[in-house]
């Protein structure tokens, strides 16, 4: 039981940690994508279509946080229950999926942003505030994940 158990747990933060660094890759490209093609319009955005750019590298962020929690809370533990497995399983497929999905959703929101500036819209500090709204759900679901650490 112990191993099946130690098993599931590390198989999880992997799989959480994957998830989180694909979504950031994803959301990262789609916004460094329409700044090189927003480039050719307006050269002078690039500052503030790079600083929209690194908003989806967070959730990455999130994961890899979470990954090292996760870690040391195992390192803590001498046997591992499979109910503690399964906590450790739950919140890490959780966070993956929140991560994954809200750096993808919140690129597209910063592309469409950094597309208006391009065509010469002032809508840099509006995308910014806008762009918050998907980084919250990841930033809650990493605390969630915190809170369940056995």
């Known amino acids: ?19 989180t660094c694909i979504g950031s890759a994803i959301g990262v490209t789609i916004g460094g994508n329409t700044t090189v093609a927003g480039l050719k319009k307006n050269p002078d955005m690039f500052g503030k279509s790079m ?3 690194v908003l989806p ?14 870690l040391s809370a195992l390192q ?5 229950t499979m109910n503690q497995a399964l906590a450790i399983s739950a919140a890490s497929v959780s966070l993956g ?7 993808v ?4 929101l910063v592309a469409n ?8 819209q002032d809508v840099f500090s509006k995308t910014m505030i806008l762009a918050v709204f998907p980084e919250l759900y990841a930033i809650l679901a990493f605390a969630c994940a915190f809170l369940a650490l056995p």
């Open 97 to 103: 999926l929140v991560g994954f999905y809200s750096a």
């Open 1 to 19: 039981m112990e191993t099946t158990a130690l098993v599931l747990a590390y198989t999880s933060m992997a799989i959480m940690l994957t998830l």
């Open 57 to 70: 590298s967070t959730q990455g962020l999130y994961g890899f946080a979470a990954f090292f929690l996760m």
């Open 113 to 120: 942003g950094i597309n208006e500036m391009a065509n010469g």
């Open 51 to 53: 600083l929209l750019c």
């Open 105 to 108: 959703k919140q690129s597209g």
């Open 76 to 80: 803590g533990i001498d046997v591992l």
